[in-house]
């Protein structure tokens, strides 16, 4: 059974993308700990990070880099944050999100909710930065 990540991939699923290649897709996370938080995935369904190809991992890294440098331009933060959790979806996935101390990557904080205005918004500055 595909995931919910594969099904935004394939369009079934809508979604606010900020960057696409043949191999990953970056868009917006529905439900963000903070405005300007990105999921990256790879289009190569892997429940686990480490399991992708040594090749695929290296890439994933370069395709989210230009994403990440965007985020900071475009929110009050001190840097962007990585994280790879993968426990919400059996679906490797990265999570891009601005930060100002460590405690902003703390996944148990409640998630903010936003109008589909408001994830345009987040989407259009993002892009915006984006080179």
Not at 63 to 68: D, L, T, V
């Amino acid at each position: 059974m595909a995931s919910i990540f594969t099904k935004i991939i394939s369009g079934e699923i809508p979604s606010y993308k900020i960057a696409e290649n043949d191999k990953f897709l970056a868009f917006l996370d529905i439900f963000p700990l903070v405005k300007g938080h990105v999921l990256v995935v790879p289009k190569h369904e892997v429940d686990k990070a480490f399991d992708l190809p040594d090749e695929l991992l290296a890439e994933w890294m370069v395709f989210a880099k230009p994403i990440a440098k965007a985020i900071e331009k475009s929110f009050h933060c001190n840097r962007c944050g990585v994280s790879i959790v993968g426990i919400e979806v059996p679906h490797a996935h990265m999570h891009l999100i601005p930060i100002n101390s460590a405690d902003d990557l703390n996944f148990t904080r409640s998630k903010i909710s936003l109008s589909e205005e408001e994830f345009k918004e987040v989407q259009h500055t993002i892009l915006s930065n984006l080179s």
